[in-house]
């Protein structure tokens, strides 16, 4: 008996048992199920949300990748003792540091899943597959793992689970993760030391008494946002040569995987371009105050307000969060009128709270959490158009 | 008003096994069966008892809630079995057709001198009022009511569709006839939607409103025709009649016969030999399939109908009221090792998720019913508009059904779409919706709670 044909007859014996979505959950990751159609149409699309969702995941992957060296090659720069970015060494740290929050995010998130799918007898759904790999991209480098697990148990129980599950949900769950991290641990979280590896250990040893250099590890926006120069080069910027959270840094690859997502027609380019022409915008109106002379350089804001615009793409998490988190389809606007006003709102909001809150720079997060919010509402405006166009020939046949 | 529509969204599924132009005349069935399920919302009363002898053009049951509408048997016969489900509710009527076959005499019908209710009264009485279905609703169009309009499309854009150019060829007569009678029966017009490129029959005839439609699939639907020329306000009805069965109410008005004989494509890529068949309506599928190369046990998906909105029915099941073509696919039900994520070149898909077949746009694909994955909640977006021509919102419609939203469901455009205006979003949605079951669902609430 073959495997194919074993694991069927195990699929009809739990069949109907609590055991029934569990199993079948891993047994459609090897195969495709038997499934056919009754009602309707009997042909169907190559496409099911497997696969969208792993082209989502397939786009991430190398920004996981450049993660792992730029961990290390950050981790070894601080120290004063710089390697090879693509070297073994600085993999092994970005490896032993990134894996693990990998594993972390997958572990817990994947078992309140199959926890809920076994309770209330659904099938698990595909959601977290990407949560969970969008998770350890956005976090710093040095979240301890406990944090991470209470973190992702908060956003997947209340962020989504009880909304009922994958496409129900109102906010994007990684960034419900991630902005309770932010909220729940700020003084770990925020500051300069969380995003480069070595740096709190290093704090710690200083306060014990030690005779060593602090470590800065402090991001660009971080400096930005205290008046201070960015002090990188501008295409380190674009390649993701920077300190940031794990898998955010490097905007030529994030780039390529949206271009992959556009390219395939999984993520909405709607969203995407109209996201960076609202961040465009932002840049511009505010490099026009610095220019009008209204925002002097003593201003608290002159430091993000006077960066050039277009640069505000390269730096912080604005470029990721775009690509792939604005575009989550469930969070998300689902009319295509409604996904301009969205992405362009995501875009302006970012750059606008980047520059009016020096605690925590990074704005893409609280821009998409709260155009979330607001993306049914925009919605409902989008759609009573066609409503009030139908009212209206009523309206003239029966005048 | 323009006569040209030209439709952008869609998709065109082409599949393995379009029928041939040449017709055959099948073997003729011995057995004929109605289904009450063809007519939807019908509540059969019936009017023969098991054992009694009919006409071809008899009344074998009318409609509960409306006994002027009569459904008639197609051939002349005995009647050999009433099959009762649940409740005793009617499943179908079986009946075995007499070697010699004589019709019921209607007497010619003169178009020309009657007026509106007397049509009406005819065409209830002999049989072909099933024939006109209305929309808002997608049921048999209430006799009591005057629609704005009446559409026909003369175009078939569905996957494996019979050619209606092809199969009404010769029959401008009939047609001709029917669309005198109908067009007294509306006081707008009679809208035609026909193909740009083909050769009409439509074409020459008088009394009309001739649309050329081109584009992909769903141009030739008449829920696009009705949605791109006059859409259904509240509270107006518009009727629809398929092409086909122009003829039969054509035939009727001249001979005074009930001839439910039609020409029916016969396709998929399970047929060796796909090619058109004269047929009735009722027939056997068997006599038909079995013929052409069909194995008789294998593993194969028998439609009447086409392939997105046909019914499935069993071999020794029959060729349904309103269906021009069978469509023979085979199952899928197997499994395939990492069917999920590994490139795919043998599947139509809308993505280019390592989905290939945008490499291959006139590529003919050879689909079997497996889902390609399990039933989801909704989650992608925008890929529903971009195969849905009418300005109504997919997603946001199907879920005002889902949750059984009287008002939104109103505004948002319900009166306007049949099940069959979501064949294609739910075929290209990749969380294996049902979409024409829900659509069919909020339609019957409405009908419910609102009438």
Known sequence: MGLKSTLHNLKEKYKGTKMAPAFNAIHTFLYLPNETTHNGTHIKVA????????IVIMAMIPCLIFGMFNAGYQHFAALGTPVEFLSWDAFYIGLIKVLPLVIVSYGVGLAIEFLFAVIKKHEVEEGYLVTGMLVPLIVPIDTPLWMLAVAVAFGVVIGKEVFGGTGMNILNPALTIRAFLFFAYPTWMSGDKVWVHGAVERDQMIAAGEKLDAISGETILGSLAQGKEAGYELMDMFYGFIPGSVGETSTLLILLGGLFLIFTKIGSWRIMLSSVIGALTMGLIFNGLVNADIISEGSKFYGLMSTTYWHHLLIGGFAFGTVFMATDPVTASQTNKGKWIYGFLIGFLSIMIRVFNPAYPEGV?????????FAPTIDHYVVQGNVKKRMKRFKVKNA | MSNDIKIKKG?????????????????????????????????????????????????????????????????SGEILEILRGEKRKILAVKLQADKEQTYQDNGKFDVNSSNADKIKAHLLASGCWPFVKQRPYDVIA??????????????????????????????????????????????GQVHVSVSKNGNSPFSGLSGLTLHTVSGPHPSGNVGTLINKIDPVNKGEVVWTVN??????????????????????????????????????IGSEIATMVYDNGVEKDGNNRIISGN???????????CLDYYSNVITVIPEGDDYELF???????????????LTFSWLTPNKKFDLNTNTNGEHRAFVLTGNYEEVFPLDIFPLQILKACMYNDLDEMEALGMYEVAPEDFALTEFVCVSKQPHQEIIRKGLDVMIKEIG
């Not at chain 2, 001839?259 to 890529?269: F, M, Q």
């Not at chain 2, 069917?339 to 998720?353: D, E, V």
Request: glycine letters at 6%; aromatic letters at 6%.
């Open chain 2, 307 to 317: 392939v997105l909105t046909g019914k499935q029915v069993k071999p020794d099941g």
């Open chain 2, 11 to 75: 998709l065109d599924i082409k599949l393995i096994g379009e029928a041939e132009k040449a017709t055959e005349n099948a073997i003729i069935s011995n057995f004929c069966t109605l289904r009450p399920e063809d007519f939807h919302g019908v509540i059969p009363k019936l009017l023969v008892k098991v054992g009694a002898k009919v006409k071809a053009g008899e009344p074998v049951f009318y409609d509960k809630s409306n006994e002027a509408i009569k459904f008639v048997s197609p051939v």
């Open chain 1, 365 to 373: 997060m609280l821009a998409i959490l709260l155009m979330n919010v």
């Open chain 1, 47 to 54: 496409d099911d949300l497997k696969r969208t969702m792993n």
């Open chain 2, 142 to 187: 209430n006799p009591n009511k005057s629609p704005k309009a009446i559409f026909i499309s003369g175009y078939a854009s569905a996957p494996l569709a019979a050619d209606l150019d092809y199969t009404l060829k010769g029959k401008e007569a009939e047609l001709q006839a029917a669309i005198n009678a109908l067009g007294k029966l509306t006081d």
């Open chain 2, 339 to 353: 069917g999920w994520n590994k490139p795919i070149f043998n599947k139509i898909s809308l993505s280019r998720a």
């Open chain 2, 243 to 280: 092409a086909q069965d122009l003829v039969i109410i054509g035939d009727l008005l001249l001979t005074g016969k009930f001839n439910a004989e039609r020409i029916v494509a016969l396709a998929g890529s399970s047929i060796k030999k796909p090619r058109y068949f004269k047929t009735k």
